[in-house]
């Protein structure tokens, strides 16, 4: 059977939403404030065991097959608190060690940890991942409450861990990689925020100009009646990663595990970047400086951009698969023949 997390601290079962409600909006404390919190994939643990769902990174961290305690860039450098720090965490008459992530658009003198992790006798997946943020948890005034002031966190001496992140460079670095406009400048010209670029292209001592579209190193394929294709909205992406898992799962792509995610040999056929904005972002025309162009902003903007696996163009697995088993169809679609694949990956 498994084995749940240590529950909270038990207390009378009658509650009162609206008393609680009052009860915490009233609350005041000093010192840091701790907030325990699910993630987007893990949740609250009971699915801790599904390797899809310790891979998927965390939409805002990237960090994968692990919880953290994240902190603000401001309170880390006050603190001399450094990228995988083991910080000591005392709260709510809980003491436990986590490694430190330091979080743009955390907000200062407050931390947070999820729970879902360091579950033991769950299965060989999840068995010991992470530290159990439970216990801090509590029961009060007929609520719980996941969240506590007057936290005592200190630096410990043991060794700095090691976080398997799939996005280390976190801003956009003055180029722009998303496009983005507003909608009155795109009514005006639907090309706003996304002109079209020329590139310089070199057929021996002659140089002209061509548009992206036309940079090509394999012929473009034939195009039929129809053409499939996939579009996201960017405007309604929040970078859940759900698709990212029912990619996985659909195709039956690989886990390679926290070793090799820390090697960038994830193997997530969609990918969802995330970019900070900078406060050092160069204006037009400007170069900037390009170290200061690396930080984001203590409180920055985000932006989503999904990556897909390009099926519908140039698939790469086309060009290299040693007993043709991928093709592309007159309609766009990249085809599998399951029959004649030997596994090459």
């Not at 009378?12 to 609350?27: G, I």
């Not at 309170?75 to 490694?99: C, H, I, Y």
């Not at 700095?160 to 801003?171: G, N």
Request: aromatic share 6%.
């Amino acid at each position: 059977m498994e084995s749940a997390p240590s529950s909270p601290k038990s207390y009378k079962s009658s509650a009162n939403l609206s008393t609680a409600a009052e009860a915490v909006s009233k609350m005041t404390g000093s010192g840091m404030e701790l907030v325990v919190y699910e993630k987007t994939g893990i949740g609250n643990g009971s699915q801790s065991n599904n390797p899809w769902l310790q891979e998927l990174p965390d939409p805002v961290s990237k960090v994968t097959w692990d919880n953290y305690i994240a902190v603000s860039p401001k309170d880390a450098r006050e603190k001399s608190w450094q990228q995988g720090n083991m910080l000591q965490v005392k709260a709510n008459g809980v003491t436990e060690k986590f490694p430190v992530y330091i979080q743009p658009g955390q907000t200062p003198g407050t931390v947070s940890i999820a729970v879902g992790y360091g579950r033991t006798k769950t299965g060989k997946v999840a068995d010991n991942v992470g530290r159990n943020a439970y216990p801090f948890v509590m029961m009060k005034d007929g609520s719980m409450q996941y969240f506590a002031t007057g936290v005592e966190i200190s630096k410990t001496v043991d060794a700095d861990y090691v976080l398997a992140s799939t996005q280390t460079h976190h801003t956009m670095m003055g180029r722009a990689i998303v496009k983005e406009t507003t909608l009155e400048e795109f009514i005006k010209n639907p090309k706003a925020g996304n002109e079209e670029e020329l590139f310089g292209v070199r057929v021996g001592k002659l140089e002209s100009k061509k548009e992206a579209k036309d940079v090509n190193l394999w012929n473009d394929h034939e195009v039929g009646n129809h053409h499939w294709g996939m579009s996201i909205d960017l405007n309604s992406c929040i970078g859940c990663g759900a698709c990212v898992v029912a990619c996985t799962a659909e195709n039956n792509v690989p886990v390679v595990g926290k070793e090799e995610v820390m090697r960038s040999r994830e193997m997530h056929w969609i990918r969802i970047d995330r970019y900070f904005s900078s406060d050092f972002d160069p204006k037009e025309g400007e170069q900037g400086d390009i170290k200061k162009m690396e930080n984001p902003s203590d409180m920055p903007k985000v932006v989503f951009q999904p990556v897909m696996c390009q099926h519908c163009a140039h698939a790469p697995c086309e060009t290299v698969c040693p007993v043709i088993a991928t093709s592309h169809s007159s309609e766009g679609m990249n085809q599998m023949i399951y029959n004649r694949c030997v596994g090459t990956r």
